[in-house]
């Protein structure tokens, strides 16, 4: 039985995978003004909107959310973070 080699094979792919790097889609490299512009721009206009519908005013000055929960979570955060870096420093490559 022969075996087929994967890597050699010269067929399409089934499926459109838009992360593949093919050479008949061209696309701009990743750190190129365009795209970081695009993703700035992208930013810019989420910001916008949470400051256009008073995001930030109801989560900062709004009695009726519970901190506790922002407490918590912040906690485990930290607390996720300084884990990271134990592995890190101790354990890591």
Not at 22 to 33: E, G, T, Y
Not at 39 to 58: E, I, P
Request: hydrophobic fraction near 40%; charged fraction near 15%.
């Amino acid at each position: 039985m022969p075996t087929l080699d994967i890597e050699s094979s010269d067929t399409q792919p089934l499926v459109n995978n838009p992360y593949s790097r093919s050479s008949a889609q061209q696309s701009l490299p990743v750190r190129h003004p365009l795209n970081i512009l695009k993703r700035c721009f992208y930013m810019g206009l989420s910001a916008y909107g949470l400051y256009k519908f008073n995001v930030y005013h109801t989560i900062l000055h709004s009695p009726m959310i519970n901190h506790e929960w922002f407490k918590i979570g912040l906690a485990t955060s930290v607390a996720i973070l300084a884990l990271k870096a134990y592995v890190e420093m101790y354990h890591g490559k």
